[in-house]
């Protein structure tokens, strides 16, 4: 059996930009695509009748091919705002591969990593500049931006991780992180 054999490569991660050099793919994600993912909907769909579609984050990454043994790896960089209370977000997911783990290193910025187990055990923890943060396998991740700057992380997981969506799309996290008289705080939902 043939397997393809990489060339070995490097980039530069600009930490003071909180940026990757160079990247393979380049993805935008606007509150549209983002309609079953936060929490309040009335101020969502508002925003959007309003002609109000920002981009919430975007992710640049260097994806390999698909293959145990490979790494992807890229940098997020989520905007600061708002929708209501709630503070703008990544989807979040499980990865496909249940058992897969991912590691992120927070650049610029400062944000919270939720972190939920399909029992809802949930685990928030801060994510800044130096920060390294273990996402373990069977634990579904999402980031949140609590600044008022940017936030963006380096991560990297194993690139037939793979990414489910729809878990979290259907059932959501168990809590959400909102801003509360200047600061951000958890919030259980109730019924979950």
Known sequence: MNKKIMEPYSTILEFAKGSIKTFKK???????????????????NLMLSEGKNPVIYQYYEHSQD?????????????NPGKIGK??????????????AAEVYVGLKGEGIMLMQK?????VHLLIKRGTVVYVPPFWAHRTVNTGKE???FFYVY????????????RGGFAELIIEEKGKPRSLTIPNF
């Open 66 to 78: 698909e293959v145990y043994g490979n790494l992807n790896f890229g940098v997020t960089v989520i």
């Open 86 to 99: 709630e503070y703008y977000l990544t989807r979040g997911h499980y990865h496909a591969k249940e058992d």
């Open 158 to 169: 194993p690139s037939d991780a793979g990414h489910d969506y729809d878990v979290i799309k």
């Open 26 to 44: 380049k993805v935008e994600v606007k509150l549209s695509d983002l309609g079953d993912f936060f929490f309040y909907k009335d101020a969502l």
């Open 118 to 122: 399909k029992d809802g055990q949930i």
């Open 150 to 152: 940017k936030l963006s």
